[in-house]
């Protein structure tokens, strides 16, 4: 058997393969030129006529059913019609609108501007292009202070129904938007200008800034105007969903933390943050807990390897470099915003009351411990969490110095009890232009010092609420002056002793920058940066008799430096078409770990916590 089908019938193989393409490409023909229609109805439903129309156009129909009469009668009779045409004749009298993109037809129900201008209103047919002549798909033509609108074809052209004295708002991303009266005209042609401003717009990319309009790699930028609709409780809150490829987490605790990914989870063993770089400064996500998020200008977000390569293997994960709010000239200013708000529970897990519990027990014949209490676990570790946020900020300055100056403060409770953060942040910057332009001096100061009182273990406590006996009260025993447990189930525990667990965390956080600018030519920089970071972490935990034997204490103690310093030597020159931007640089970094930490159980009571680690041995 000759199983070698490699060179059999080649011939017929590639007669075979012009076949399908000519196939291919005639089906696409025929499908781009199905413009006109015939329809002959006679006392037919408007859901009979739509069906029609889908059928023989072959259009794809989105509408909603409660906004259109189905089942009026219509007749029609168009021969070789546009679709617009037999819309037009269809719709008549029924105030809807309708939207056509390709072979997708979008009708809804239209305002009373909208109305008039299909009903007494006239047609404008059109093609929009770019500066290139090159036609524009998905342009939005809508008419001015109405909902009337539609998009422009693959073909760049469109068609709408307007009043006489119309005005089309023309707007595409990237463009400047335009609007044109429509007066007696019935075709027009709009040539879209390109948005200089959005593509001369300055970005902090690395260790430079350049122009939007020169960027090659994977760039994505939120900036200030774009949050100032948001009351953002974390810089998780600033950057979820805002940017394409990166996810942000979301936290149940009151910390708020959130952890972030760039495109995805790229490693098994290592970390998956996202390097962080604050105004230069170095660092990692818990280095955002110490911006407040009304601080912040612009976050930067450099996705690909040729953006991140510059930062070497600190940046495999990407980069979010954030830049904070300066000075600006002007008298001093005082900014106040402050935001007030709870947080609950949306929903329990459905369980057996003590008296349901009781009963399903006697009907099946099981014997269960009965204290005759009616206790809800789950609502008695609940609470309503009152959060709180305010920021204070002072500006100003001259034609050549500005200051800046914030302080804030958060406070948040859980929805869990004795779970609340609390964080105090501070930011400090001051610019200054000297020698007529020649020498910039930028200093910088921000810090935090945040506290957690948190949740030990989620899953056992979440687990014991729910499950735990519903007959047993919900205070101590009177005589033991603790809390009663079954000794049958060493997962469960009462979730109630679980609410008596000190678990603290204190971290305090400072970081200091100079950046020192020597403008030596127009095209020529040399730029001279240092940071001095410090960051401790204080952790403290205590561990009752009544959740752990003998109980048990925990102190432990983290710290960091860092010290960051580079010399940066920027040459940008322009030259007709082409633009050149070369960078020296040279770069040291010391980081310095130190810490400790300690154990101690066998207490003989509760009442010094880990405030005398004595008290154990």
Sequence with gaps: MDLNLKNKHPRRIYYLFLVIIFFLASTEIAYSQVKNLSLHLTNVTLEEALAQIKQKGEYSLWYRNEEINLKKKVSLDIKNGSITQILDALFKGEGLGYIIEDKHIVIFKADEKTKAAQQTGK??????????GEPVIGCNIMEKGTSNGTITSVDGDFSLNV????????????????????????????TLQEDSQILDEVVVVGYGVAKKSDLTGSISQVKAESMQNYTPSSVGDLLRNSIPGMSVGYSVSAKGNSDMMIRGDNTLTAGSSPLIIVDGVFGDLSMLTSIYPTDIESFTILKDASETAQYGSRGASGVIEVTTKKGMQGRTQVAYNGSFGISTVYKNLKMLSGDEFRSVASERGISILDKGNNTNFQKEIQ?????????VAFYGGSSTSSYRVSLGFMDRQ??????????????????????????????????????????????KTFYSAATFNPTYPNHKDPVTNSWDGITTASQITNPLAWMQVDDDDATSHISTHARFTFNLMKELKLVLFGAYTYNIVENSQYLPTSVWANGQAYKGTKKMESLLGNMMLTYKKGWKKHFFDVLALAELQKETYTGYYTTVSNFSTDKFGYNNLQAGA
């Design 123 to 132: 047609r404008i047919t059109g093609i929009i292009k770019d500066n290139t």
């Design 163 to 190: 009043a006489e004295n119309a005005v089309l708002q023309i707007s595409y991303i990237g463009y400047l938007t335009q609007e044109i009266p429509v007066k007696n005209n019935q075709n027009i042609t709009v």
């Design 383 to 391: 609470q309503t969490g009152l959060q709180q946020n305010h920021h």
């Design 414 to 459: 859980g929805v869990i009890l004795n779970e609340d953060m609390k964080n105090f942040t501070s930011n400090m910057n001051m610019n200054q232009k000297m020698f007529d332009g020649f020498f910039d001096c930028e200093l910088g100061m921000f810090g935090s010092i945040l506290k957690n009182h948190n949740l030990v273990d989620y899953q």
